[in-house]
């Protein structure tokens, strides 16, 4: 029952979020998705491994870490849940972008987004604010394009911190 109560919050959440980009131009949005896709997290380790001299190596090697980790426990849970994205599982829903699977649960990209957000705030801690808005802002982003439904993005959440402070506590 309560699992139930649960799914159809999370639906009507979705609906109600979704519907703020339905019929407008939606670039914006999937250009800061696209920030989530990986590219940049590399780009800011190796700038800060070349030219952060405090940090930088041992943020390189936590974020290295952190993802080899999270990638195998993001696909394990994936195939485990198989939930079915919002734009194949709803009617009349069309998603704003083509998803890189077909499964929702977790949301990759705010997995990721969350675990280099925590990084950056354990070693740049004056970064924190900005780092886990910008996170916040990939997670609503994949709802907004109707790939994930507000649990996945939770679920995300929920991996990538936990990720990154695992990472943290034994390389930090």
Known sequence: MLLKSLTKYDTN?????????????????????????????????????????????????????????????????????????????????????????????????????CLMASIVAHYYPPFAVLAYSWAALIGLSRVLLGVHYPSDVVAGMLLGITIASLSISILG
């Not at 590399?42 to 491994?49: K, R």
């Open 13 to 113: 959440l979705f609906y109600r979020l979704y519907s703020l980009t339905v019929k407008r131009d939606c670039r914006s949005i999937i250009w800061l998705s696209k920030t989530g896709d990986g590219y940049l997290y590399l780009v800011i380790g190796a700038l800060l491994w070349a030219f952060e001299p405090e940090h930088g190596e041992l943020f390189l090697y936590t974020a290295l870490m952190a993802y080899a980790l999270e990638l195998p426990i993001y696909v394990l849970l994936k195939k485990m849940f198989k939930r079915p994205r919002p734009c194949d599982f709803l009617l009349d829903l069309t998603a704003h972008v083509t998803p890189s699977d077909k499964f929702s649960l977790p949301s990759g990209h705010t997995a990721a987004a």
